[in-house]
């Protein structure tokens, strides 16, 4: 059973428009939901989070949206840039648990 | 260094070997993660060790696998008798644990590859 699900495995934009990538998750227990970015070669790192209480959280050009009822968060990119480009995993953690990520999306920001 | 210190970066061996893979958390954190991406594919979650608790060993695919964490801090991944399908980057990750927001801190990676 996969509990954290990003059903697009790849996505291409033009630079300077929106990305918006999805996540949809089944246990209402998460407490935090995580974005990370992916480069080749490298390990992800963190892009941004947002706490199970929470709707929105913004950071720079990127904000994450929960929709607790759908059971699905979304991660928006404005405006997307080349270096964008990259493997962006979505992960939910349960504080008395542990950590469970998507199989992760292709991002290709098109100069 | 300040972050996750994985070794050796890369490994080739061959098909029936022992390899041994390690990890050096960041200092202070109580929660290990293994994980291995296989080529085109996600995040496969192997091991997860969080204090002194016992592991969840859930995502290991077989008893080839195994992994240790000695003294809370560095853990060592085994595989036995390397197969072919072995093949991937094995991703180790440490957090703060429990009490956090769940952000976890990825090493480089070890690639490894199975002849």
């Known amino acids: 059973d996969q509990q954290v699900k990003q059903n697009s495995p790849s996505l291409s934009v033009q630079e300077g428009r929106i990305s918006i990538l999805n996540c949809d998750y089944t246990n209402s227990m998460f407490d935090y939901f995580l974005w990370y970015k992916k480069y080749p070669a490298e390990g992800p790192t963190f892009l941004i989070s947002i706490s199970s209480i929470k709707d929105k959280n913004e950071d720079g050009r990127f904000t994450v949206f929960l929709n607790k009822s759908a059971k699905h968060l979304s991660l928006h990119i404005v405006p997307s840039q080349p270096g964008d480009s990259a493997v962006y995993f979505c992960?939910?953690?349960?504080?008395?648990?542990?950590?469970?990520f998507g199989d992760g999306t292709t991002l290709t920001v098109k100069p | 260094g300040a972050g996750v210190s994985q070794s050796p970066s890369n490994k080739v061996t061959e098909k029936g070997k022992d390899v041994e893979l390690r990890c050096d958390p960041i200092?202070?954190?109580?929660?290990l993660y293994w994980y291995r991406q296989s080529l085109g594919q996600g995040l496969e979650f192997l091991i997860y060790?969080?204090?002194?608790?016992?592991?969840?060993k859930s995502g290991l695919p077989s008893d080839r696998f195994s992994a240790e964490r000695t003294g809370g801090s560095v853990s060592t991944l085994t595989i036995q008798r390397t197969q072919q399908e072995d093949s991937a980057v094995y991703l180790c990750?440490?957090?703060?644990?429990?009490?956090?927001?769940?952000?976890?801190?990825f090493g480089e990676g070890s690639r490894l590859t199975v002849l």
């Open positions: 992960a939910a953690f349960i504080r008395s648990g542990k950590s469970t």
């Open positions: 990750a440490s957090s703060l644990g429990q009490s956090n927001t769940g952000e976890l801190f």
């Open positions: 200092s202070g954190h109580t929660a």
């Open positions: 060790f969080q204090g002194n608790s016992a592991p969840d």
